[in-house]
């Protein structure tokens, strides 16, 4: 894993969650997210959260892409 888990946090300010996992991806990309972070956002195990806090809990459970 290229980042920190934690550091998703900047990427996300702003979203009004809940937020889909499309959602949190299109703001990270939007706010120039590394490339790894925002597939990860695609692809994590839940469809929607409802903050920040579950979005960086399940980047860090989750297994890293590749």
Same mark, same amino acid.
């Given at each position: 894993?290229?980042?920190? $888990?934690?550091?998703?946090?900047? *990427?996300?300010?702003?979203?009004? *969650?809940? &937020? ?7 703001? &990270?990309?939007?706010?120039? /997210? $590394? ?11 839940? $469809? ?5 806090? =579950?979005?960086? &809990?399940?980047? =860090?459970?989750?297994?890293? /892409?590749?």
């Amino acid at each position: 894993m290229d980042f920190d $888990p934690d550091d998703a946090r900047q *990427y996300l300010e702003g979203v009004d *969650y809940p &937020a889909s996992k499309e959602d949190l991806a299109s703001a &990270a990309e939007g706010k120039g /997210a $590394p490339e790894e972070l925002v597939a990860r956002l695609r692809t994590l195990g839940r $469809p929607d959260f409802s903050g920040p806090d =579950e979005v960086v &809990a399940e980047l =860090e459970s989750s297994p890293t /892409a590749g």
